[in-house]
């Protein structure tokens, strides 16, 4: 493993405990909500947060050990960082930017400013050698933060929400460079990102964090076909419960059951996609058997199809079309009942 | 009201400047500042206070990034004794500074005397130090305000390049900071190029040796009122060139939106 790192430390509210590795030519990513500690994870792997416990090793030698007493210090790990809103200098030309990593090793100022011009020109930015970073548009800047982390060839690249500084137009252009830029780096890279779709297009593998843990990892299509928490679940757009199944009923944590078409036993999730949940103003008489009554608390307009979240024992965000929402009138606070066939649940072992 | 009372604050302040220009024998200046005692006093008062300002940056910056970056007891009151010369009379701070470095009787007086030959009073070295002892705490706070307000992250990315502490410090605190380093210079160099009390109290006012142009002034308004006015109005000119030159720096953000 280039990189495998235990990582345990308090800092203000956060309490993190998390493991992480990472091989040559893998892309991690590490998604969760604002605050779940990402970023910290990423500073303290690049030595920049100091670790209460645990073990961070990279390329097999041991750069962090609290209880070993051992600490490697920034400037002296294999570990590139692209950070969140770039920070390049804004004092130095792109090209002396690129050329830091290099200085700062001891390469002299000619050798440095060589092969700054030479990463320059593989990100087609040569032109702008002797431009200021702020001249700039967003995606050029986090070239330039690309190449600024790459120069000095470390084993390990961290990347802490790289696309989250550009604006939505230029995002899916970006996010397809990026993944290109990525592959013909050799060593492992770490993305963190809070966005389910720079994940998906970038990484092979998922970790997701949730108030300092590890809430689930694995493959980006185990983790999106089966979410295991709230978050993930939110993010692919599936409605998410949890709960204890008997025969063919799943008691659920929040209250209410729902029936399954198969025998269930023991503590599962059920998964059930918007678009199989169907919504009546009246009672429905038929053969469904998964029937809750429920509030419309709000509704989200994607395409030409309506979100409609619906509050309730059983709350579910069901998918509908815009005609249908017209027709019968489902606005905010209307009083409605959900029905899901037994045979449209996902259901999985928690 | 409040306009008619703020008015009043105007004209306090505006009134003695325009005393002092409308008395200026305007015709006469140049050769007024080129009268030996002027001209003395001129030369010394640039030299000591550009050495003064040269102290107050090569002490009072490491002083300001302890401060800021540090933490340790007593912070606090270290930071108090620092800035407490901004508000001490001048005239105490000379005696006090006089009770330390004289060589008779000071604290270290005869020590630094002894060791390193550095006589203080009546001497270039002594105006040297009572001006970097009143201007010294306006670089400190300005270097100190400023890097708290920069973005710390900007060293951890030159960390994670690779860069040690003082190449970090060199090549990226240094330059972000230094529109608040070139701020308080400026304000140093002009407080020790106004400074008074602590001066004559502790160094004396020797012309060509201790009388720097404060001195001076205060010297001539009673022999030769034209060249004390004529310095008078280099100081005010000085003063207006720092105002102009740190314009952005000081009320950049009191600028309406």
Not at chain 1, 6 to 32: C, F, I, K, P, Y
Not at chain 1, 50 to 69: F, H, Q, T, Y
Not at chain 1, 131 to 156: F, I, Y
Not at chain 2, 173 to 201: H, K, M, N, Q, Y
Request: some cysteine; glycine content about 10%; overall charge neutral.
């Amino acid at each position: 493993m280039t990189l495998d790192a235990t990582v345990r430390l308090q800092l203000g509210s956060l309490d993190l405990d998390v493991h992480l590795t990472a091989a040559d030519g893998e892309t991690v990513a590490v998604l969760g909500p604002n605050g779940a500690g990402k970023s910290t994870f990423l500073r303290a792997v690049a030595g920049l947060a100091p670790l209460a416990g645990g073990r961070i090793l990279i390329d097999r030698a041991v750069v962090d050990d609290p209880a070993d007493g051992r600490y490697v210090v920034p400037e002296r790990r294999s570990v590139g960082v692209v950070f969140q809103n770039y920070l390049l200098f804004p004092h130095l030309s792109v090209l002396e930017n690129v050329a830091f990593g290099l200085r700062s090793r001891g390469v002299p100022r000619g050798e440095a400013r060589r092969r700054a011009r030479e990463w320059l020109a593989r990100m087609d930015l040569a032109r702008y050698c002797d431009a200021k970073p702020s001249s700039l548009s967003g995606g050029q800047q986090q070239r330039v933060a690309l190449a600024r982390a790459l120069v000095t060839e470390p084993r390990l690249l961290l990347l802490d929400e790289p696309l989250a500084a550009l604006d939505v137009g230029t995002r899916t252009e970006l996010r397809r460079e990026l993944r290109a830029e990525l592959a013909q780096f050799e060593g492992a890279r770490v993305i963190v990102t809070h966005e389910l779709l720079d994940a998906v297009a970038l990484a092979d593998r998922l970790v997701v964090l949730e108030r300092g843990r590890v809430a689930q990892q694995g493959s980006v299509t185990d983790v999106v076909a089966q979410p295991r928490s709230r978050y993930v679940a939110d993010l692919v757009g599936i409605n998410l419960l949890r709960g204890i199944g008997r025969d063919h009923e799943v008691a659920l944590e929040s209250g209410g059951t729902v029936a399954t078409a198969d025998p269930v036993a023991g503590d599962v999730y059920v998964a059930i996609h918007p678009h199989s949940v169907t919504v009546h103003l009246r009672e429905p008489a038929a053969s469904a058997r998964n029937v809750w009554p429920g509030r419309i608390a709000g509704t989200d307009l994607l395409g030409d199809r309506v979100r409609i979240h619906v509050a309730g024992e059983v709350p579910l965000v069901a998918e509908v079309t815009a005609a249908a929402v017209a027709e019968l009138g489902l606005h905010e606070g209307v009083g409605v009942w959900t029905s899901v066939k037994a045979t449209d649940l996902q259901l999985y072992a928690a | 009201m409040a306009v008619l009372l703020a008015l009043v604050a105007v004209a306090f302040f505006v009134l003695p400047l325009v005393g002092l220009v409308q008395r200026a024998p305007w015709g006469e200046v140049w050769d007024d500042l080129s009268n030996p005692a002027a001209r003395d006093a001129i030369r010394l008062s640039l030299e000591c206070s550009l050495w003064s300002t040269g102290l107050s940056i090569l002490f009072g910056v490491p002083l300001a990034y302890v401060l800021a970056r540090s933490r340790f007891p007593g912070r606090s009151l270290v930071r108090a004794l620092v800035v407490l010369p901004m508000v001490l009379p001048p005239v105490v701070g000379g005696i006090a500074l006089l009770f330390a470095f004289q060589r008779n009787n000071g604290l270290i007086g005869g020590w630094l005397y002894d060791t390193f030959g550095l006589q203080f009073t009546f001497s270039k070295t002594g105006v040297i130090l009572a001006e970097t002892f009143v201007a010294m705490p306006f670089l400190v706070i300005t270097v100190e305000a400023g890097l708290r307000s920069m973005d710390r992250r900007y060293e951890d990315a030159a960390a994670s390049l690779g860069a040690n502490r003082w190449t970090v410090f060199r090549r990226v605190t240094l330059p972000l900071v230094g529109p608040a380093l070139f701020a308080g210079a400026a304000l140093a160099w002009a407080r020790a190029l106004g400074e008074f009390g602590a001066t004559i109290t502790f160094a004396g006012n020797i012309r060509g040796r201790t009388q720097t142009i404060p001195l001076a002034v205060y010297n001539l308004l009673e022999t030769d009122q034209g060249t004390a006015i004529a310095l008078s109005l280099v100081l005010l000119a000085v003063s207006v060139i720092v105002l102009v030159l740190l314009r952005d720096h000081w009320f950049g953000g009191l600028r309406d939106p």
